[in-house]
């Protein structure tokens, strides 16, 4: 089982925009940790170092200009604020890979279709 940990940094916003707000990880951390993990979406969860969790659907991908791919998860249920607060994401099963959109439409009806497949998955 793969985990990656790390600080919830800001984003882009554009899952809020899209109605699926993410939590998304410092790609520093994921460059010390050297971690090979294949790029898309996957089903997992996101823990808290307090033992709490989440059902997430987890990005891993694009890469930026120094090859780190950006990390954001949307938690299933959650809703607050998680700037600076570390988080721990465990990769469960791969989805798809990641993939650029014609619009925020077609992506906003592809997150809703990958978010369904999350919640039909055994804990």
Same mark, same amino acid.
């Given at each position: 089982?793969?985990?990656?940990?790390?600080?919830?940094?800001? %984003?882009? &916003?554009?899952?809020?925009?899209?109605?699926? !707000?993410? /939590?998304?990880?410092?790609?520093?951390?994921?460059?010390?940790?050297?971690?090979?993990?294949?790029?898309?979406?996957? /089903?997992?969860?996101?823990?808290?170092?307090?033992?709490?969790?989440?059902?997430?659907?987890?990005?891993?991908?694009?890469?930026?200009?120094?090859?780190? !791919?950006?990390?954001? /998860?949307?938690?299933?249920?959650?809703?607050?604020?998680?700037? %600076?607060?570390?988080?721990?994401?465990?990769?469960?099963?791969?989805?798809?890979?990641?993939?650029?959109?014609?619009?925020?439409?077609?992506?906003? &009806?592809?997150?809703?279709?990958?978010?369904?497949?999350?919640?039909?998955?055994? /804990?």
């Amino acid at each position: 089982m793969l985990e990656i940990s790390g600080k919830v940094v800001a %984003g882009e &916003k554009i899952g809020r925009r899209l109605g699926f !707000p993410t /939590a998304n990880l410092d790609r520093r951390q994921f460059a010390r940790s050297r971690q090979r993990i294949r790029l898309g979406v996957w /089903a997992g969860r996101a823990v808290f170092p307090e033992g709490k969790s989440f059902k997430a659907g987890i990005v891993i991908g694009p890469l930026d200009k120094r090859g780190l !791919p950006k990390i954001e /998860a949307h938690l299933l249920g959650f809703s607050g604020n998680l700037y %600076g607060q570390k988080l721990n994401l465990v990769l469960g099963s791969y989805l798809r890979p990641f993939k650029k959109f014609v619009n925020e439409q077609v992506l906003q &009806k592809q997150i809703a279709r990958d978010i369904a497949r999350i919640k039909a998955l055994k /804990a």
